[in-house]
Structure formats: structure tokens, C-alpha cells
């Protein structure tokens, strides 16, 4: 029996083949490829990577084990399960994932295949579903169990993804960090053992990104197999690469085992997060921009996601904690004056009895502070967009919160002690002064998404920056770590829905909080606390692995930086700045020097013409910081018109001549146009490149190419 489904994938082929009981989904260049054995009713995998067609030789028989399967089980305090086939449903287009973010898409651009498997003897129906969307590469995963017996059951471990890769030479490549250094690339070779990590901060954490790539050894950036996991998940996550006695490699990635233990009564059911794979034979680059591709036309929902985002001003490291009506007024007509378009009041406003002054008090109070804004926020907030920028439009006003949080010095934590994640009579660990809400309560959401709605509709505000500032210690249950997160997710789906138009930034500590979960919701995030430039230039690519440079926000502040101590050029830090998709000033404009307030209002300018081509663009990461003195990114815009270079040299070498940078991805016989002189071939700018001379530390280049009409 064929079943093909409404549209293609590679040339010939259709996204979805089913084949008796061979299952067979194909993108542009993947194909992804199971079957139901025969004698016992287990998936087995067949094939994850470049496109095939037709049928596929029978691997030898494993002499001991190591048969690759699509669904390692083990329920009910048993070491075995038989979770066998029962059948399939196909679905044109994608079912949602109720209470979790999911991948979105309609009939044109996904196809789902369900594949029921039921164990008899622990009545436990399993549901594996999988969605292609061809023009991504891009299969989405993850596994619902159902107790359909009479008795309760616990579920201990449910991963989203489990793929066995064929015997070979692979590396794994993951993003580790902390506060401060997010998203630092680690590549080493997969050799037999178990190679991954568990994260159990409750958060996706600066520590380990919930995301993981396995490449051949010879992938490059450009060149190369290599696949991309993606847990699409805020909580604490655990992934898995293990190469088994016999080459065999699998790969899962799920929720963590030791933050589950959930209990299913009879009739209940429980969905992993989905998890999205993706193939490349483009290397890491090409399966970077798969992942960007399908998170900005299927994931993030927000309407900002494809437009210029406004230019902010954030007044957290011009004034820290010390605001007020006075001087954030002068602060934003200053930046008005620049070419800002948001002015954001960062932490530091709220708290009546408990003054939100330092960190240690106020959190969970979301009451204007009356000192500080005597005439309430309304008032500031009328004071400060009746203020025109250089454009002649109002000047946008944004706040900051942290809604998740409670300092005990609050008047919610007088009211509500038991309102926090805790156990029981154990100390509560405060991290920055602050406990968490336990937002698996119903009544905490609720205190939350009412808190929210008030401030919003209480004044004219247009931008929220959705702060987390610590790690989960003590909690109820190890199944509360789970149950924040879908408490989570209801406030979070609850208040974008009411409030459409306002711009949301998800921040944790800087990048503490950048997942694909965050990203359906908010659709930028805050990308680091540290905002030094050279830094930023690793953080930023390393981020941009997983998630498009249109998510991320990226700051020009003061120097000497007030990270690192390091002083940068201006213009070093804005075009670094200039390759996220949220362009802003994180610095007290009335401190800067007046030659810097005179090349201000031009970088602006320029962030803000370039600004299609980073938020919608193609990237292409020509070269790394960790392996070069001159790191250098390409994006190119939808319509392929357009390119812009962005190069950089970190350190000035005496007697040492700078490479030449060749581009990517433009067209080979077509002339582009450099802005400020030179017109060459795509041939010559991606086979010869071009050169430029810094002659000094921190030496920057933003480089705008046009494609000549034919
Ligand atoms: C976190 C954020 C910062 C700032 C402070 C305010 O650290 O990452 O950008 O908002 O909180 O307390």
C-alpha cells in the first residue's frame, strides 16, 4: 500500500511514503526512515540523513545487540515493556501540542504521521508523532503516553527524540556557558560511553542549551553532514549520546529523569516537549539556518518576528537601581535625540512597603513605587512618549519584570509564604535574594497573569522585558519542575494573547532563558549580561548555532565595560551590536563622549537600514572567533538582493597581512554592487573575497553588497 501525502520533498519523492510498514519522510535533502519489525511490533530505525529512495539493504544481524529503535521503554517499575505497533494516522498539516509550544504550519508546509503502539500487559498506549515540513529538512518529534489501565502508574523518564545513527566517526557539538559566557561551542569526538549532560536548574539555563549537533569529523561550516537537535523546552532537560560496545551512536533528548517521577492516573496521558531535528550536507551552517528557518516562519508567533524592531534605549547600566521620574526623563529625551524609538525602564520601580531600591527587596509587589514615581507610571509614561525622535514619532516606553520571582521583603511573601517552589520544613535557598513562585499553582498564575494585565492596560506601555533571574534549589515533588513549566507556558500563552501588540524580551540572567519554548512566545531574548563586544561576537555565534540572529538582543554600552573592563571603539561595539535583531543603547547617553554622541545618530541609522537582512535574512558564519582574529558573519536577505558583511579583527598583528574574506551563498555569475566603491562577480567575491586593512585593535566593517538587476 502507498499513501503519499499532498506535497513533495526531494525531487521524486513525497514528504510522507508509507510502505506496508516502512515509513519514510523526506525534506529537500533528508530522508528519515523506520520500520515495525516484523516478530516483535518495535520501530526500528532505518535511516537519518542524506535523501534515499527505493529500498535500503538489510544490515547484517548484531551478534549481541544493539538493534537501532525509534521508542527505548521501560515502564511500570519493570525493566521490560512491549510497546508494539498497533497503527498510524497521517495529518495534513500539524496537531497542536496541548498546554506545550509547538512547531506550527499548515497544510502546505507539514505533514504528521502518528504511530500508536500499545503494551498489553501494562495498558499503557504510547503515541509517537512526527512532522516534516521538506523545506526546512526538518523532522519534529515527540512521544504521548496514555495509561489506558485501571491502576496509577509513575512516569520516571519520557524523552522527545531517540535516533540511532548507523556505525561511524561522529563529533557532537554543544552549547555550554554560565552567566555571563552563554553559548560557548564545545565539539569533541563521540567515543563509546555516555557523553551529555542533565540540566536540573528548572531553567534552560546558561549552563547547557537545550540543543546538541553531531557531525562527521570533516563537517566544516560549509561543508559536510551534520544534524541538529533542538528540544523546544524551558525546564530542565537531559541529553543523552551514547555510543554503544558496538559502534552504534543514539541520541535523546527530553525532559531530565530526575525532575519527572509524574503520576498518570488511570486514563490520564502525558506529552513530551517536541524536539526538532533537522539535516544539512551544508555543514553546521547550513544546518544552522535550517533551525533559523523554521523558527521564524513556524515556531515564534509573536507579530514582531519579521519586522525592523525598534531601536531601544535600556537604563539598566546607565542607572542600575538609582531611577527615578526625573532622571529616566532625561535620559530618554537624550536618547530621542539620538534616534531611539523605546525608551525601557529596567528593574528598579516598584515595591510601596518594600522599595524595590537594591536587590533585596520588593519582588512579587507590582505597585509603582511611590518616591520614585511620585506621579505614578501613567505619568511617566505620558512624559515620555510625548517625546518625538529624529523621525518625528513618539517615543515608545517599555518596562521591566521579573513575575516569576518573590523577595521574601515583600508583601506577597508576608501574605502568600506557601506560594514558593520549597520542601517542606528544608531552608529555602535564596539566590539573588529571591525565591520562585511556584507557578504550578493555578492561583499563582493567576496572581501573575492579573499582576501583568494591570500594569499594561495601566499605562501606555509597548515593550515588556520578562526577567529570571535564578535556578530552581528545593521544590515540592520532582514532578514540580515539570508543572512550573506548563504553569509557565499558561501565563505565558495567556498574557501574549491579551496583548498582541506589545513587544515582548525574554531575558534570565542574560541568556539563561534562550530556548525554542521562550521563543513561541517572546520573540527576542536578551542574549547576555555581558555586553562587551568581543565577547558578544562569541556569545552571539554560538547562540546563532540553534536561533536566528532575529531573536537575539544586543546592546552598545559604555566602556570601560562594566563586565570585563575592556574599552572598545564605539563602532566596534555597534556593528557587533548590529548582528542581533534587537539593536539598542545600554548606557547613560548624557556620559557619552561628544564625539561618540556625534557618530551615534549614523550607527543607529545603519543598524536600522540593515535590520531586514539580520531579522530575515540567511546567515552564513564565515569565520569564528574561537579560530580566527577575524571573525566574520554574511546575511543575506529572503530575495537573495541583498547581502551584508560584517568583519572583524580582534587584535592588530605587526607585519601580518589580513586574509581575504570570501562570502557565501551569493550568486556565482551575477554583479553586486559594494556600497562606498567596487562592483565584482559572486565568483570573485566567494572564490577570490575581499580585503580590508584595520591597523588597530578592534577593528570593524559593516559591508553592504546589492545584486545588479540582470
Ligand atoms: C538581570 C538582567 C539585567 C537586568 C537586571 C536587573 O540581571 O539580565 O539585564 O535587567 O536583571 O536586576
Redesign the pocket.
Known sequence: MHDEALHSGAPGTSALLVDGKTFTINGNTVSYQFHVDGDTGDLRTDHFGGPITGPIPADPKPLINGVPTELPDRPEGYTVSELKYQAHTIVRGKPGLPGLPATFGGEEDVTTIIIHLYDDKSQVAADLTYSIFPKYDAVVRSVSVMNQGTGNITVEVLASLSVDFAVQDLDMITLSGDHMREAHRERRKVERGLHGFQNSTGFSSHLYNPFLAIAHPSTTESQGSAWGFSLVYTGSSAVNVEKSSQGLTRVILGLNPAQLSWPLASGESLSSPECVSVYSNQGLGGMSRALHGLYRNHLMRSKFVRQNRPVLLNS?EGLYFDINHSNLYEIAKESAALGVKLFVM??GWFGKDYPRIS?EAGLGDWVPNPHRLPHGLDSLVNDITALKGTNSANLWFGI?VEPEMVNPKSNLYCAHPDWVLSAGTYPRTELRNQLILNLGLPEVQDYIIACLSNILTSANISYV?W?H?RSMTEIQTPSAAHAYILGLYRVLDTITTRFPDVLFEG?A??GGRFDPGILQFFPQI?TS?NTDAVDRISIQLGMSLAYPASSMGAHISAVPNHQNNRTTPLEFRAHVAMMGGSFGLELDPKKLLPEEKASLPGLIALAERISPVVVNGDMWRLSLPHESNWPAVQFISEDASQAVLFYFQLQQHVNEITPRVKLQGLASNRMYQIEGGGRYSGMVLMNHGLNYYFGSDYGSKVVILTKEPL
Open positions: 539598566w529596567d528593574d536587590d521591566w522585558k526577567d533571574n531575558c540572567a542574560g536578551w549580561d
